[in-house]
């Protein structure tokens, strides 16, 4: 009892309950993948493929480049790209019924924080933000110092860099060479 009272007293006790329930959440969500996904034989024989795929598209792209291509190269290329394709494809739809569950946590999760910190401003930020980034971080909380940083602004923020760094760190970041691993993946040149 005394801990808690003792804590509800400190003066960054908000910003650090949210980025405590941030990190807690980023755990229970990789434990979720994990045991949907991670410990799975078959996304372990998908995670192989696609490596091996992508190195041996790396390995002839680099020769080709040196030599001139010859048609057979080209096809050989075109077979393991659209390999790699479908081995991404599955790995995706294979990723789904994790990403729902985890969706599903994340939004109680935050309907929870947003009624314990509603019109609350649980942190400043060191400067003022630019007007788009301002209406973000001050979203829901009274007055007008747009130093104010709400709680979605910050669990968004907390949620991001954590859950990336904490798939990093136990390796379920994603396969070299799966396609569209980040927010704006490489377009593929020969649909142009």
Known sequence: MAATTLFANLKYSDGLTVVGISVCTAI??????????????????LKSSIDKAS?????????????NKPKSKAKKMDRVETSLKESNRDLSLFKFKSGAVVALVLFVVFGLLNSLFEG?????????PVRIVQKMSHRGLQG?????????????????????????????????????????????PKTN
Do not use: H
């Open 120 to 128: 609350k401003a649980v942190a400043k930020l060191p400067f003022v």
């Open 28 to 45: 229970v969500c990789e434990a979720i993948s994990w045991v949907l996904i991670y410990r799975t034989t078959s996304y372990k024989s």
């Open 55 to 67: 190195k041996k598209l790396e390995t002839m792209k680099t020769d080709s480049s040196i030599n």
């Open 144 to 188: 007008d110092d747009p130093t104010d940083c709400s709680m979605a602004f910050l669990y968004f923020l907390c949620s991001i860099s954590i859950r990336t760094n904490l798939q990093k760190f136990l390796g379920f970041s994603p396969p070299r060479g799966a396609a569209g691993t980040g927010l704006f993946p490489m377009p593929d």
